[in-house]
């Protein structure tokens, strides 16, 4: 199964921009990258997602590095609401199979 | 509140005990999951149905027993559990198109094994 990696932790403060790493180094070409987060005591929620160029939407920008073997998920001004899991997915062929890597924790102080 | 409603929140059951959770969602999705979370621990698949059909089941042992009666309505069967089986265990749902369908989670039941 496809594994991503990521920060454990990151630190942010509010209303600033905050770039969230991922590397996903097994790629290839059709694999998609799902960004979800989760915050505490609910279930995880989708952010965005992309295959090769860059994506934005109303939460969220997920800038795709070139060879595709890493993404970085921007949020860009940080809220208090915006403290949770956050977690980069590679969705492979096996459509509907996605594997949830370690995740990174957002902390955002005031 | 979530699209996806799971039930019940919250579940305590003794290793001899058969019991169920429930799914359900109606935004005419085709694709429903079983995810399995421990604390502090990413979500982990366990199984996919797609057009009420099982597609995935991620080698779960056999004291889960997942079933879909119609596209909106998802079961997940326990028995005799174990305490390491403890965990929440959330339900999902998308249109079940590769790369174009976001999962939509419950809140999950926290499921107690004692």
């Known amino acids: 199964d496809a594994k991503t990696t990521q920060p454990n932790s990151m630190e942010s403060n509010e209303e600033e921009p905050v770039h969230l790493p991922c590397n996903h180094s097994?790629?290839?070409?059709?694999?998609?990258i799902h960004w979800y987060r989760q915050l505490p005591s609910q279930g995880p929620e989708y952010v965005i997602h992309g295959l090769t160029s860059n994506v934005n939407n109303r939460m969220a920008s997920l800038a795709i590095a070139e060879d595709r073997k890493s993404s970085t998920l921007i949020l860009h001004r940080a809220t208090l609401r915006d403290a949770a899991v956050y977690y980069c997915i590679q969705e492979g062929n096996q459509g509907g199979k996605l594997i949830f890597g370690q995740g990174t924790e957002l902390s955002v102080k005031p | 509140d979530t699209e996806v409603t799971q039930t019940p929140k919250h579940l305590v059951m003794g290793m001899t005990n058969k019991k169920s959770l429930k799914c359900e969602q109606h935004?005419?999705?085709?694709?429903m999951y079983w995810y399995k979370q421990k604390a502090k621990k990413p979500p982990e698949l366990m199984f996919v149905y797609s057009y009420e059909k099982l597609s995935i089941n991620e080698s779960v042992p056999s004291r889960f027993s997942p079933e879909c009666p119609n596209s909106s309505l998802l079961n997940l069967h326990l028995h005799a559990l174990q305490p390491e089986d403890s965990a929440l265990y959330l339900c999902?749902?998308?249109?079940?198109?590769?790369?174009?369908?976001?999962?939509?989670f419950g809140n999950g039941t926290r499921l107690t094994v004692t």
């Open positions: 935004m005419g999705h085709r694709a």
């Open positions: 999902a749902s998308s249109q079940g198109r590769r790369g174009k369908s976001p999962l939509h």
């Open positions: 097994t790629i290839s070409g059709t694999d998609y």
